[in-house]
């Protein structure tokens, strides 16, 4: 561009000139068009700059971690100028850790047209990603004059934890609750108040449990199976608090939400409703939700991605215990970055059950010294390797 600025003003010192020179026609339409383009050139950048609507848009509010995504910008040109060149420019930051990367679009704006400029994104780890112009360039047609457009034009995306598979074991007291109201789809138990399943009559079966009236129809002995009522009360405790300012941040976040999420779903695969307790910044409070199904573990991902405080400077177990000071369940599942004294201590004194599991998340495999409970099962994980770390865990 300055290239051609220097060559206009050449060319207008030389009609100048010219002018002074020569008397003839031909030299003053020689200086008024040399006079005239740049001015009509710079109307023509300053109108579109005001002239141009952009916008950003996306079609899913989620995507998966590791997975390209598509965004959207989205130019509308009502004016009768088309741009030849314009560039942008567009950052987007994972929030968890802020650190800020770009990419760059090159794209001409025809006049009187809607367009839209697709591309590609991706994350490594899960989060909230905030997508942003820097600004949007536009150029004349011989770019003599450029002008800046749609700053801060924003949109965001939710990056959800990715479920690996684990190895685990529920105890089988997990099964024993008589006032559950909620019965297994695949295991018959003795639960006289729901049945699971009809059979014909075979040695060994209870008399008791022949079903008469459909005996009778059928000719022969039907015997009822009795369902196996669930226990509702395993808890998973969710401390999505990590490492501030360091290259583990993001690693060891998306480890706990990852981590929580696939304990999660092996107990919805297991037929085992359960609660999980955690943070909620937006709200300032704790909050249990109950995961009876994945609909419900997804939205509850949703919300904890976009609403965790990672920088929360209180221990959020002491504090949910000073809410809450005796909980009674069947397991209690405590997800941190932490495994201190302190947390252990208020888990100890304040959960009644016979399963106390703290799964201690680290940014590397490093041994470090972890206090020692007899009564809670530490579980060390290092950051991105979930499947060999959770295996055998009892819930």
């Known amino acids: 561009m300055i290239i051609m600025k220097i060559l206009f003003l050449i060319l207008i010192t030389a009609s100048i000139f010219f002018r002074i020179l020569y008397i003839w026609d031909f030299s003053i339409v020689l200086l008024v068009i040399s006079c005239v383009i740049p001015i009509f050139l710079f109307i023509w950048v300053t109108y579109l700059k005001y002239a141009l609507k952009i916008n950003f848009s996306v079609s899913e509010k989620t995507a998966e971690k590791g997975q390209p995504f598509t965004v959207t910008l989205n130019v509308e040109n009502k004016s009768i100028f088309p741009v030849p060149k314009a560039e942008a420019v567009i950052e987007y930051q994972n929030t968890i850790n802020g650190d800020i990367n770009t990419v760059e679009l090159y794209f001409p704006i025809q006049s009187r047209n809607c367009q839209k400029i697709d591309f590609q994104l991706t994350s490594k780890f899960c989060g909230k990603i905030k997508i942003r112009t820097d600004f949007v360039m536009i150029y004349d047609p011989i770019r003599l004059f450029k002008a800046n457009t749609a700053r801060n034009i924003q949109t965001e995306i939710t990056i959800m934890p990715a479920y690996q598979e684990i190895n685990g074991y529920i105890s089988d007291s997990c099964y024993m609750d008589e006032e559950s109201s909620k019965f297994s789809q695949t295991k018959q138990g003795d639960d006289p108040s729901e049945v699971f399943d009809f059979h014909e009559y075979r040695t060994g079966d209870k008399p008791s449990r022949i079903h008469w009236k459909l005996s009778s129809k059928k000719d022969e002995f039907i015997v009822k199976e009795l369902s196996m009522p669930i226990n509702e009360k395993t808890i998973l405790f969710a401390d999505t608090r990590c490492y501030e300012n360091s290259e583990y941040t993001l690693p060891v976040f998306d480890t706990i939400m990852e981590t929580l999420m696939s304990v999660s779903v ?61 909980i009674s369940c069947s397991s209690f599942t405590c997800i941190s970055h932490e495994a ?56």
């Not at 919300?303 to 504090?319: F, L, M, Q, T, W």
């Open 266 to 326: 092996f107990l919805l695969e297991n037929e085992h409703p359960h609660y999980i307790i955690s943070y909620d910044s937006k709200s300032g409070k704790f909050t249990d939700t109950y995961i009876d199904d994945v609909k419900t573990l997804c939205n509850f991902m949703f919300n904890a991605v976009n609403n965790s405080d990672i920088r929360y400077n209180k221990n959020p177990v002491a504090e949910f215990f000073a809410e809450c000071s005796d």
């Open 340 to 395: 201190d004294t302190e947390t252990m201590m208020y888990i100890n004194q304040n959960v009644s059950s016979g399963i106390k599991n703290l799964v201690y998340v680290s940014g590397n495999s490093d041994e470090k010294n972890i206090p020692d409970f007899e009564e809670i099962n530490i579980i060390p994980v290092t950051a991105g390797k979930i499947p060999q770390s959770v295996t055998g865990i009892e819930l």
